[in-house]
């Protein structure tokens, strides 16, 4: 294992770090920036296992957030529990910022990641490195086989929390619950289509009030979204506008972008 010093120097000459020598930033909690443009100060780890959660991956160092949701993962477990327990993927690094791999999200501690699939034991240490990505979607649809009333309880409670700002899912999935939802359908409105999501939803917190350094993610239209914005998920244009695969090796964790005080946040010698 590389100390903090070395390791910064390593970063340095990389242009890009591993999370591993992190530590978080001082000061008061806030998400500066925003969510593929920022960073975070005063982040808070979230426990590898509490009633109704397990944390996938910890060696990733990827569990940290900002109180706010660290709270919201807490209730939202507790709300899981009698249904099983939630897989918990990637939130933040330690100071946010563009991950060397991976999202190009999940940078200002208000976003995580959340398997579909409840657990229903303890977690081995395998499990938890290697967890199941298997998607719910076959030929475009969910199957019954991994989606049903649970997946759909989940995404319902998430949705109608009120420090919830969107949920990100497959647009195939966001289709089946435009169909199936019934006459309560107002929660749809939060859950909205993205590229990939068919294994986890994305769960991103609104900004923590009175945080004047967090930037507020795209104006969602009223209505549930079960619109022709959704009918654009199936045409050619949006195939064509896929996001790229992501480039081997590590990415510049700084980004000319981010905001000044993000640039001393995630400089290199303050890493370790």
């Avoid at 900002?66 to 709270?71: N, R, V």
């Avoid at 499990?127 to 995404?155: C, I, M, N, Y």
Wanted: net charge neutral; aromatic share 6%.
């Amino acid at each position: 294992m590389i100390g903090g010093r070395a390791f910064a120097g390593v970063c340095l000459a990389m242009l890009a770090c591993s999370a591993a020598a992190e530590r978080p930033a001082d000061g008061a909690a806030s998400s500066i920036g925003a969510a593929a443009h920022g960073c975070l100060q005063g982040g808070v780890a979230l426990p590898a296992e509490g009633r109704g959660w397990q944390v996938l991956r910890p060696d990733n160092n990827r569990y940290w957030g900002t109180p706010a949701l660290i709270s919201f993962l807490e209730d939202f477990g507790k709300y899981a529990a009698p249904m099983g327990s939630l897989q918990i993927g990637d939130m933040s690094l330690p100071r946010g910022g563009h991950m060397p791999t991976g999202h190009a999200s999940h940078q200002t501690g208000l976003d995580a990641d959340i398997l579909f699939q409840l657990a229903d034991h303890p977690l081995t240490e395998e499990e938890r490195e290697h967890p199941d990505f298997t998607s719910v979607l076959v030929k475009g649809k969910p199957t019954p086989a991994r989606w049903g009333k649970a997946q759909v309880t989940l995404l319902k409670l998430a949705a109608t929390d009120p420090r919830v700002e969107r949920i990100f899912v497959n647009p195939a999935i966001k289709r089946h619950l435009c169909r199936t939802a019934g006459a309560d359908r107002a929660w749809l409105h939060a859950v909205r289509p993205w590229w990939g999501h068919e294994a986890h939803f994305h769960v991103r917190l609104r900004c923590t009030e009175g945080d004047a350094s967090c930037e507020p993610g795209p104006y969602i239209p009223p209505g549930d979204g079960c619109d022709a914005s959704l009918d654009w998920w199936f045409t050619p244009e949006a195939g064509a506008t896929a996001e790229p695969a992501p480039t081997p090796g590590p990415r510049p964790r700084i980004l000319a972008t981010m905001p000044a005080a993000c640039k001393i946040i995630l400089d290199p010698k303050n890493l370790g």
